[in-house]
């Protein structure tokens, strides 16, 4: 089992940052994607961004030039450095892990809790 742990969510006001963390845990393996998805109030799970083990980054055009994922191979924790946010960037943000077993070649996808990030004046 792998267990993923947000930290880093809370109330910021309009323009401001906050850096999101998810540190992975358990049985991990090396040939994995992680991202972090979100979901706002009546809205459905959205992309948000993600990374690949190698370091490649895909981004939700509507967070491109503000959000930046990274991740520490070494720490197996994935980070999100979110500046100049929005009202409409509030939402329980999500980290994701999608790993591929290597003696049976399957891939299983495991989320974290979730933290709020509101966006507020």
């Known amino acids: 089992q792998v267990q993923l742990v947000e930290s880093g969510g809370g109330l910021v006001q309009p323009g401001g940052s906050l850096r999101l963390s998810c540190a992975a845990s358990?049985?991990?393996?090396?040939?994995?994607?992680m991202g972090w998805y979100r979901q706002a109030p009546g809205k459905q799970r959205e992309l948000v961004a993600s990374v690949t083990r190698s370091g490649s980054t895909n981004y939700a055009d509507s967070v491109k030039g503000r959000f930046t994922i990274s991740r520490d191979n070494a720490k197996n924790t994935m980070y999100l450095q979110m500046n100049s946010l929005k009202p409409e960037d509030t939402a329980v943000y999500y980290c994701?892990?999608?790993?591929?077993?290597?003696?049976?070649?399957?891939?299983?996808?495991?989320w974290g809790q979730g933290t709020q990030v509101t966006v507020s004046s």
């Open positions: 358990g049985s991990l393996f090396s040939i994995n994607d």
């Open positions: 994701n892990r999608r790993q591929m077993n290597p003696v049976i070649g399957s891939w299983t996808e495991y």
